[in-house]
């Protein structure tokens, strides 16, 4: 947390409970109550009395009063009361040295906490259904999960990130009918994922002349249920050569996962979990599949077994969720998928309970986002009208080659930077509306190194190392240790930079608390402005006072951190130099 704000909240506490002994509140519980006034005029900090004042049965403006006499706050060196209101005004240079020396003493770490030290949180993300074309839908699932894995570490907790993979089910019917009638090997090592997407979508054009198809690839389906051989042979191939085309995508994504166990490998402890559905009375047949009546919550049935007894998505996820809770005895399970699958999600979350977990109600939580268009256009992966993730990576990467080329020609390791500039654009573009938005990319916007983007915020974060780099080659060599700012009176650019830094620990608890990488993405904009206002409104470098000078040199530092640490919480690339 901010902290001056849990300074603050102690103090204001301490003064509650003078007043009175039934208050029972926590210093957390303060803290939560405060609120940044939207004008400077009104101060830094804001207490609003409006609550206590059934506790302490007096009007707010009469709280106030009472808290404001005599209330001495480190860091703070005025209090109004301003009607139900404390209004308190931070001492600026107090402030900026606290911040900027707390900053600089944690490093990396500034702005993590130790909320989740002794938790583990499962991770359910990404998780592409094999065989398909890994496309645009998968970018959300993707840098969302990573996101909220890299805030909950950030948070001290423990994290295992899955991916879930979809590699179970009809497709693969699809898949290896399509392979047998109009594939061959050779073909497929040679086309690789591409192939296999053709395949899939040739699959579906001729299913719609001839849908009996669809029946074969059910039956060929059922064979690799029962391990038949040649399927099982088919199948494994298959998901090589899809996972190696996945690998491209994560590594230009800096994302990595602890489990690559998908549905297939709950195949075997699915019939455990039928006999306990039977056992416990909660499953009916019903027109020869076996189904949940959820009803009476007002939601379709939970499909279990279809008629010809195969396994179905809720029952693997149910399967999966009992597995993991057994292995990693998990506090949280996580799961980033659109919002399309949210009758999903309720559905065999309500047969959890149902089965008498009682857990699932407050560990399995669902975290759906919206749909992604480009330009305006819908995407399908059945009709093959699908953008690849790949392709729009690709085509980031080469327009901000050819804008980098003409701005820094000389830059070394052009193209790597190229790459990840590019790919870090398109991710800062999708994580900068909420979540639950729909989205619709235009990737000029996306790539523009002005505006609100990704380059941007990159080419910002390039210049503060600039700064650090050549004030180290000016002899500088104390840059982490702690600054004096007694004495020194700070510009308004330099108070707003100050000030939006130490906000970085609550903009954090806030992105992990409401599961919202963007509140992260645009707490990285507001950095940028205050930053880029500062350096153009004062000198750093050559500021002749010296004092001056390594307080500012001292404050690039600090954005230095903030803005890498943020940058990592986004899966966004750090490049010192652009
Ligand atoms: N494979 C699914 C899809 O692409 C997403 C899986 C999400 N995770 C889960 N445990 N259901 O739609």
């Not at 191939?237 to 230009?252: G, M, N, P, R, V």
Request: glycine share 6%; charged share 25%.
């Amino acid at each position: 947390m901010n902290q001056l704000k849990q300074t603050a909240a102690e103090a204001v506490l301490c003064k509650i409970n003078a007043l009175t002994d039934t208050a029972n509140l926590s210093a957390d519980d303060i803290a939560g109550m405060f609120e940044y006034p939207p004008d400077p005029k009104m101060g830094d900090l804001a207490f609003p009395c409006f609550k206590l004042a059934k506790t302490l049965r007096q009007a707010p403006p009469k709280i106030a009063a009472a808290l404001a006499e005599n209330l001495s706050i480190p860091g703070i060196s005025r209090v109004e009361v301003a009607g139900g209101y404390l209004n308190l005004f931070t001492d600026k240079a107090g402030m900026a040295a606290n911040t900027v020396n707390t900053i600089l003493a944690q490093k990396e770490s500034y702005g993590g906490s130790h909320e989740g030290d002794g938790k583990t949180v499962v991770l359910d993300y990404s998780s592409p259904n094999v065989a398909k074309p890994f496309h645009i839908g998968h970018l959300g699932t993707t840098v969302i999960g990573h996101s909220l894995k890299k805030l909950h570490e950030f948070s001290g907790y423990h994290c295992i990130g899955i991916n879930h993979l979809g590699d179970w089910g009809t497709q693969f019917g699809k898949m290896i009918v399509a392979y047998r009638k109009w594939g061959n090997r050779a073909n497929v090592e040679a086309g690789q994922c591409d192939a296999l997407v053709d395949l899939y979508v040739k699959f579906h054009e001729e299913a719609e002349k001839d849908p009996s198809l669809n029946d074969e690839a059910r039956a060929t389906f059922t064979a690799l249920e029962h391990h038949d051989p040649e399927c099982m042979e088919l199948w494994k191939w298959i998901i090589e050569i899809s996972l190696k085309e996945y690998e491209k995508t994560y590594k230009q994504l800096g994302i990595t996962f602890d489990s690559y166990n998908g549905e297939s490998f709950y195949s075997d402890k699915m019939p455990a979990v039928v006999e306990e559905l039977k056992s416990k009375n909660i499953m009916v047949i019903d027109d020869g599949a076996s189904i949940v009546d959820l009803s009476e919550y007002n939601m379709p049935p939970c499909l279990i077994l279809k008629r010809d007894g195969s396994t179905l998505y809720p029952a693997r996820d149910i399967a999966a969720a009992l597995y993991r809770k057994k292995t990693y005895n998990f506090d949280k399970c996580i799961y980033v998928t659109s919002a399309g699958q949210n009758l999903h999600f309720a559905q065999w979350f309500k047969v959890m309970e149902l089965m008498g977990y009682d857990w699932a109600k407050d560990e399995l939580v669902h975290v759906p986002y919206g749909t992604v268009s480009i330009d305006g256009g819908k995407l399908s992966t059945r009709s093959g009208n699908v953008v690849l993730l790949r392709d729009l990576f690709n085509q980031a990467i080469e327009k901000v080659s050819a804008i980098m080329e003409e701005k820094n020609p000389d830059l070394p390791d052009k193209e790597k930077i190229a790459e990840s500039v590019g790919v870090s654009a398109i991710v800062f573009y999708y994580l900068s509306s909420g979540r639950i938005r729909d989205i619709n990319f235009i990737m000029e916007d996306a790539l523009s190194f002005e505006g609100n983007t990704g380059p941007y915020a990159q080419y910002t974060y390039a210049r503060a190392c600039s700064i650090v780099s050549k004030a180290e080659n000016t002899g500088m060599t104390d840059l982490d240790s702690p600054v004096s700012i007694a004495g020194v009176t700070l510009t308004e650019e330099e108070n707003a930079l100050v000030k939006t830094l130490a906000l970085f620990p609550d903009k954090v608890a806030q992105a992990l608390h409401e599961y919202e990488p963007s509140v992260i993405t645009r707490y990285i904009l507001d950095v940028c402005a205050d930053f880029n206002r500062f350096y153009h409104d004062v000198q750093i470098l050559t500021c002749e006072d010296e004092l001056l000078r390594a307080v500012r040199v001292k404050l690039t530092m600090a954005t230095k951190y903030v803005l890498g640490s943020a940058f990592d919480l986004i899966c966004i690339g750090k490049n010192e130099k652009i």
